[in-house]
Each structure stands twice: as structure tokens, then as C-alpha cells.
């Protein structure tokens, strides 16, 4: 399969325009549902300086015995003991923000499975495990419902359709909103389009719910579709994110870059760092991550002093990461 066609983004340039009813502006989203579908994010960003959200999903259901190439959201169904044991795990290393199990819940990477029928139930589930185990310890943390990529490659680079793509993100978050979480965290994208056709999905279904958006800058200070940190917090914000910043990637120091780039670029942007735990490793057929917890916390340190104020970790990532970075930045 040929590697798609990298879009070399102007770093200076306005987000295109857009329609201002798909993409409202934050005093329209805040007086959506009466204030209610914004009200937790706003109290828990006023709280602290630092929130500590969470860190990977994978890597722990890899560790509890998930095979590759085995869609992981089947695991809310079939393990959903598990599924919730590694939430709790996060919240009791201090996160505040946790992600549901669904970063490939949507029907196209579903499909690969033959479960393209099953989003709504399998989203939704997720949403309910993360929900009953943040209410366990005391539901002071939020829930956010995890969408990542599509699957495949917006029109004209690809061959999916924006306004397909606007709807299976949609569907998605439809799931997720009756599930009960608390925002959306549209993560691991590459390409402002289909960023964009995920916001208008969320949008379409709760204009008023909080939105963080993160992007995957691993390619020389660009993402893969060449997008830069400039390009994206100017977009983002625009088209109506709560939050935004960095996940995955090639370990911390690239990401502490990101975000003193963006932070330059938006003085008063709310920056989210998600780190992966270094550079992978392939030992016998999967990623392994080096990057200690005492490693993590000094980056994640750096992260907060160059301007993140949501800080967690992505691939390689475990609890004992996130106890350290709590331990060092939480307060």
C-alpha cells in the first residue's frame, strides 16, 4: 500500500473558513444544555494547575494477555473486569482524566472484524465500565470518551468522504454521550481533516460537550500529513476544542517541544501533553518502551514548566508512570 501523500501545512496560516453552526463558539457551547455538559470540565480545569490524566490502554490489556492484531473493544464486553481494573489502576496513581476503551470504536476500524454493527454497544459499555469505576472511587474524576482515527485516508489524499467521515465519528460519539462520559478526547490524529470531520461529528451530537483534541507530531516537528504545532492549536481552538495539544510520538523531548511551540503560538491555549514511554522497541512482535517512571516525571515536569497543564502518558505508559508524574507535577 502506498504511504499517503504528506500535505506540507503553511506553520502561519488561518484555519480555512468554516460554518460557524457545525463548529459553535465557545459562549454558544457553554450555554448548551443549560451550562450542564461543560459544568465538570470547567470546575475540575479551575481547581488545579495541573491535571494528571491518564496513561495506555493497550499497553495494560497487552499485559493482561490481549493478542495482537485482537480489536481491544471486545475486551468491554468479554473482560470487562479487566478493562476496569485498569482504570482503577489510574486512579489510584492520581489521574483525573481517564479515557474509555474505544480508541478503534468506530465502525471502519471495526469492520476489520466483522463488528462494524456493534458501536453503539460497544462504546457505550465502555463509557458504563469507566463510569461505575470513577464513581467507585468517589467521582471526582472526569470520563472521557476516547475516539481515535477513522481507519482510513480523507478525500483527495484517500478515499473517504468528509462527510462520511463526519458521520462515523458521529455514530461514535453518540455511543459514548449515552454512555455517560463527561467530554470527548479525539487523540492520535495526523491529519487537520479528519480532525476537523471528528469535531463535526462530536458537534453534531452534543454541541455543548467539553472537547480535547491531541495530534501525533513524529515526524520532524510535523505530524505525518504535515501538519506543525502552529497550525494545530490555531485550527483547534477555532473549530471549538476545550483543549488541545500532543500525544503518542517518539517519547517526551519531542513533545516538550510541541508544546513550547504551541504555547508561543497561543499564549492562552489549554495544552494537553500525552507522551509515549520513549522510543519503541520491537522484541518478539511487540512495541516495548524504555523510558523509566522516574524518566517520565522529569519530562512530564518539563511539560508542565513549557506550558501543559492536562498532562499524562501514551503507549508504554502505567500506572507506576502515572503515580510518578502525579508524585512530581500534581498541585
Keep these: 500500500m502506498p504511504r499517503p501523500r504528506r500535505v ?18 465557545l459562549a454558544e457551547r457553554r450555554r448548551a444544555d443549560g451550562g450542564a455538559a461543560s459544568q465538570r470540565w470547567l470546575e475540575l480545569v479551575a481547581s488545579t494547575p495541573t491535571v494528571i490524566a491518564d496513561g495506555a490502554m493497550g499497553t495494560m490489556l497487552f499485559a493482561n494477555g490481549l493478542m495482537f492484531g485482537d480489536p481491544p473493544e471486545v475486551w468491554n464486553l468479554s473482560k470487562p473486569d479487566v478493562v476496569r481494573r485498569i482504570h482503577r489502576g489510574y486512579l489510584d496513581a492520581g489521574s483525573r482524566i481517564l479515557m474509555t476503551n474505544t480508541f478503534g470504536g468506530n465502525r471502519m476500524r471495526l469492520s476489520l472484524h466483522g463488528l462494524q454493527d456493534r458501536v453503539a ?60 462520559v ?55 481552538t477555532a473549530w471549538g476544542a476545550d483543549a488541545v ?11 516538550i517541544t510541541v508544546i513550547e511551540r504551541m504555547r508561543a503560538a497561543d499564549p ?3 495544552l494537553v501533553a ?7 522497541e520491537l522484541v518478539d512482535m511487540r512495541a516495548v518502551y524504555r523510558s523509566e517512571p522516574s524518566t517520565m516525571a522529569a519530562a512530564a515536569e518539563a511539560m508542565r514548566d513549557a506550558g501543559a497543564s492536562i498532562i499524562g502518558g501514551c503507549c508504554g505508559t502505567t500506572p507506576a508512570h502515572l503515580q510518578a508524574i502525579a508524585d512530581r507535577v500534581a498541585g
Design 8 to 25: 506540507m501545512h503553511d506553520p502561519t496560516a488561518e484555519p480555512e473558513p468554516f460554518d460557524p453552526a457545525a463548529f459553535p463558539g
Design 121 to 180: 454497544e460497544l462504546d457505550q459499555t465502555a463509557a458504563i465500565l469507566l463510569r461505575s469505576e470513577v464513581d467507585a472511587a468517589g467521582g471526582d474524576a472526569l470520563v472521557a470518551g476516547d475516539i481515535g482515527p477513522s481507519g482510513a485516508i480523507l478525500a483527495p489524499t484517500g478515499t473517504l468522504d468528509y462527510d462520511e467521515a463526519v458521520d462515523i465519528f458521529a455514530e461514535q460519539a453518540a455511543a459514548l454521550v449515552a454512555g455517560g
Design 182 to 236: 463527561d467530554l470527548i478526547w479525539i487523540e492520535t490524529m495526523s491529519d487537520l481533516l479528519e480532525i476537523k470531520a471528528a469535531i463535526e461529528g462530536v458537534r453534531r451530537v452534543s454541541p455543548g460537550i467539553a472537547l480535547i483534541t491531541t495530534m501525533t507530531f513524529d515526524t520532524r516537528g510535523r505530524t505525518m500529513m504535515g501538519v506543525t504545532p502552529e497550525q494545530a492549536v490555531a485550527s483547534l
Design 245 to 255: 495539544g500532543g500525544n503518542c510520538g517518539n517519547g517526551p523531548d519531542e513533545l
Design 268 to 270: 492562552d491555549a489549554v
Design 274 to 280: 500525552k507522551s509515549n514511554a520513549g522510543m519503541p
